[in-house]
């Protein structure tokens, strides 16, 4: 991987220690997230990991000294036009297109429009206000790719996910990503200064799928916010820091009224095929079906809301579950903000994510950071942030036989989620957002130099 930028921002030794001098950070980042806002609740519509993603980074990169301002589409009427997320941070609404009932699919149709918004915001500006512009999905970087050209700034991309990964690794019956959008990731990929990659594994992609130049990818891990997600909450860490992860879950449970000796299961995501929530809930019926004894001390919780191609079948999960005859085991539970997401997390036994696709899988930090282990198929990013056989199980395919062994192993070993917990947490403190936003500062500073050596080139 020594092609690719790397973790911390910095290239391989081949590449002259000169080049790496006199980098000036921007001053002010212009990010934009078309389709989804900082501002929504994680879990519901379209909004999951990417809105963690953005909001955390943002607040960093403001704390070291460079503004972010965030555009998204306006969603409702009543959304003032700019709201200050944080010192720093502000997120400005875009009117473009109606405000509900606009599917992701359909906002392509309203890029033009929202780009109009963009422009109108920096018309109001003296020239130069935007140093760089920072696009979240392929939505915006089609916006961004005309901001960044029209404002002569740098533009840095983070594709999120990509249609030709997602569309290798289809769940049955879920619909594939269209032609436009590979199409549309194949044009941000050719225009944008640098692209962030989640993981070294992303970064081939977008070499082997995209035909990226390796010189502009960076690789910056996503982090974790370790105030929040951690195995006691912030007041009562410090007095309880040696009790264990075990003491940590048993106060959760206590909290959210799960039963104390219960195997718990938890999915918590956005429930859709490519999340397999149903994979969780076959291997807890294969289980059930070798163990009978323990549907008694069994208790399954899935956090979230239907999103993606899930919609289309909202009750989906809950009719599979009486059809599976373990309704009695699980409890479908709406999406959560942050703070009971992480007493979530601490009360599971383990997190499970049979995703069939994850450019890198936050929860799993997340739940790790909480003191969690995690049972994840063997994907994407996941085996970054899971180390397999320490901080948790990674599973190849999505056999719910075969997640029906590991649960088994968490349900006879009551240890085992304790040992792995604290594996777990001690591996997220790597994982700080203070890291990442280090990291993509030194990709802005990479992008903005490779941006002016472009333009001297073609004006020299």
Known sequence: MSQYIGRLGRRSPAVPTRLRLHRRQPRRVAMLSVHTSPLHQPGTGDAGGMNVYIVELAQRLAAINIEVEIFTRATT??????VELAPGVLVRHVDAGPYEGLAKEELPAQLCAFTHGVMQAWAGHRPG????VHSHYWLSGHV???????????????MHTMAKVKNANLADGDTPEPAARVIGETQIVDAADRLIANTAEEADELVRHYAADPGKVAVVHPGVNLDRFRPFPKGCGE???GEGTSAARAAARARLGLPQDALIPLFAGRIQPLKAPDVLLRAVAVLLGERPELRSRICVPVVGGPSGSGLAKPEGLQKLAARLGIADVVRFCPPVAQEQLADWFRAASVLVMPSYSESFGLVAIEAQAAGTPVLAAAVGGLPVAVRDGHTGVLVRGHDPAAYARVLRDFADDPHLADRMGGAAARHAQSFGWDTAAAATADVYA?????????VRSHHG
């Open 446 to 454: 990479a992008a903005t130099q490779a941006h002016r050596r472009h």
């Open 239 to 241: 007095l309880r820091a």
């Open 144 to 158: 961004g790719w005309l901001a960044a050209q029209r404002w002569g700034v740098p533009l840095v991309h983070a």
């Open 129 to 132: 206000y935007y140093d760089l």
């Open 77 to 82: 009427a009543a959304l003032p036009p700019a």
